[in-house]
């Protein structure tokens, strides 16, 4: 059975740092990207970042460019989220997603994870 458990979250003061990591369990995910997506209370699921299995090509949110960095670790299956220079609108429950193909849409992605909530006050 697939898992993706996510750690990390918390709260946090605007302009604060927090380190977001997700491990996937379960299967082999050779050649699959993973993903971060974040829903914020009464809005949509939207796209954060992503990262090729490799580790060598990463995609961002415009909202999130220069701010969150996507990486993987030593094993494969974990990613983190590194998230600088928070704002409140940065609130949000952050899932962790894994896929067969790289991509910013969650119809890209097969397996979630339950989610870690990060709460950035002003």
């Known amino acids: 059975q697939v898992q993706l458990v996510e750690s990390g979250g918390g709260l946090v003061q605007a302009g604060g740092s927090l380190r977001l990591s997700c491990a996937a369990s379960?299967?082999?995910?050779?050649?699959?990207?993973m993903g971060w997506f974040r829903q914020a209370p009464g809005k949509e699921c939207v796209f954060v970042a992503a990262?090729?299995?490799?580790?060598?090509?990463?995609t961002y949110a415009d909202s999130v460019k220069g701010r969150f960095t996507i990486s993987k670790g030593n094993a494969k299956n974990t990613v983190y989220l590194q998230m600088n220079s928070l704002k409140p609108e940065d609130t949000a429950v952050y899932h962790c997603?894994?896929?067969?193909?790289?991509?910013?849409?969650?119809?890209?992605?097969?397996?979630w994870g339950q989610g870690t909530q990060v709460t950035v006050s002003s």
């Open positions: 990262i090729s299995w490799s580790g060598s090509v990463t």
């Open positions: 379960g299967r082999t995910f050779s050649t699959y990207a």
């Open positions: 997603a894994v896929g067969p193909r790289l991509g910013s849409s969650w119809s890209a992605y097969d397996y």
